[in-house]
């Protein structure tokens, strides 16, 4: 029988402290016998743990670690917070795990392993694809109707008016951005444009999840098993987290999007203003890139770097494409410029070759093999970057030049400029999203191998 020291140090190696361990069994009442970690959650650490009872019984749990000090890093959205929304859901018509324990001073939360599969695009039949996601609609109605005075935490108040809870969650998120101590023309634009155009509206005032939608909670037999990721939780408007719906719908499409709102409609017994909803889409977007921006500002060397480059550059342009939705800009299909191989590009083909054919078939680890396909996608980006990045970038210095009427310095300085411009009033809004929109048809043909099909991925139309 294994002892518990010796588990310990087993779990030590596996990059989970002593301490953590003995409070997990604590928390569980038995011993820790063993730990998984899980591909995927980014800097969100997911562990699989067995703890063993005194009866002998076995109690698979699941764990939610973060390493990071919230404190040192201005971070308000932590594993703690995130613990109160499961625990105002919970009992309720929202199936979420149940909370083992959150530790006190650590960010971890430990709770009950649901059963289901997270990845909607590994559904493959079309019934079982619809039965879960209008099931999945259903229980966003629910979670709507969840009264908001369940959750208790001090910085969101359900009596407030619906708009200044908007116009709060807005500064929370400019406040993440400006932590970070550098900026982001893009941004800058972004929250000038959502602070002013906050919807005129009355509540209700519900529990929102954020990040709601496909890849953000379980299934099985075509059911919904739990709703996952609360950590952008906030109270505010429903249409916020239908808009949610419609953006991770890009990474994971969810069947019909309009039929799936009108499952929603119906469940929730209300009319869907669509015009909120694609507000709320340029603000979910908004708060995408703000993320993306602090991990580019603060980079973590042993992260998931392949899929933030990915996503970070999928949902900038969404971003725009959103924006160009509600200002009505034509979004022109942009030609790819030549590309020149580099004298290098045989070894980029060797190192992508040797993950591909050695690596990651000898790797026994999901997380290993995840990993390394992260670092085949930042391969791919810096091969295809060294063949169109000269051209690209003198298309760019083009389009900034005809809009300010003079060459800038570099392609930086000169959005930098037009956003300034913008924001002034001397430059149009429509006219600035043009030339950005071209921008990031740039980047993402030198991303194009390593994004594959998201290269081409776009929002679903919302039609009223």
Not at 142 to 158: K, S
Not at 169 to 196: A, C, F, H, M, N
Not at 258 to 271: C, I, K, S, V
Not at 378 to 404: G, T
Request: proline letters at 5%; charged letters at 25%.
């Amino acid at each position: 029988m294994t002892t518990a020291t010796e588990v310990s140090t087993e779990l030590e190696a596996n990059s989970l402290s002593s301490e953590l361990v003995e409070w997990i069994g604590d928390a569980a009442n038995g011993t820790v016998i063993s730990s998984d970690r899980r591909p995927g959650g980014g800097r969100r650490e997911a562990w699989v743990v067995e703890v063993r009872g005194a009866d002998g019984a076995v109690r698979p749990l699941f764990l939610r670690y973060d390493r990071l000090d919230p404190e040192e890093k201005g971070d308000d959205f932590t594993l703690h917070r995130e613990a109160a929304f499961f625990r105002a859901l919970s009992g309720t018509a929202v199936p979420v795990p149940d909370v083992v324990g959150v530790h006190p001073t650590e960010q971890a939360i430990l709770s009950e392993l649901v059963p289901g599969q997270a990845w909607f695009s590994r559904l493959h039949d079309e019934d079982q694809r619809v039965s879960v996601a209008s099931d999945f609609m259903r229980i966003l109605a629910e979670m709507h109707r969840v009264d908001p005075h369940r959750l208790g935490l001090p910085d969101q108040d359900p009596d407030a008016d619906l708009r200044v809870l908007v116009h709060r969650e807005i500064d929370t998120w400019e406040k993440v951005y400006r932590d970070s101590g550098t900026s982001d023309p893009l941004i800058d634009l972004g929250l000038d444009w959502v602070r002013g155009h906050v919807p005129d509206m009355d509540g209700p005032v519900v529990i929102v999840q954020g990040d709601t939608g496909p890849g953000n909670f379980l299934y099985e037999n075509g059911r919904v098993t739990a709703v996952l990721d609360l950590e952008l939780g906030h109270l505010g408007d429903p249409h916020d987290d239908l808009a949610w719906v419609s953006v991770r719908s890009v990474q994971e499409p969810f069947t019909n999007l309009m039929e799936r709102f009108g499952d929603y409609a119906r469940a929730a017994g209300t009319d869907i203003d669509f015009d909120r909803v694609r507000y709320y889409r340029v603000l979910a977007e908004l708060r995408i890139v703000i993320l993306g921006h602090r991990k580019r500002a603060e980079p973590d060397l042993l992260g998931e770097v392949g899929n933030s480059l990915v996503y970070g550059l999928l949902h900038r342009r969404l971003f725009l494409e959103a924006l160009a939705d509600v200002l009505g800009v034509e979004i022109v299909d942009v030609d790819p410029v030549s590309s020149t191989p580099s004298e290098g590009d045989w070894l980029y083909a060797a190192a992508l070759e040797q993950i591909r054919q050695i690596i990651v078939p000898r790797s026994e680890d999901p997380f290993v093999i995840q990993r390394s396909k992260g670092l085949a996608r930042i391969l791919k980006y810096l091969r295809e970057a060294a063949c169109v990045s000269a051209p690209i970038e003198q298309r760019n210095l083009d389009d900034l030049e005809a809009v300010l009427e003079y060459r800038p310095s570099s392609v930086s300085a000169g959005t930098t400029k037009l956003v300034k411009r913008c924001l002034a009033g001397t430059v149009q809004l429509e006219t600035a999203v043009g030339v950005l929109l071209r921008q990031v048809a740039g980047e993402t043909q030198a991303l194009r191998p390593a994004m594959g099909v998201l290269a081409d991925r776009h929002f679903d139309v919302i039609k009223k």
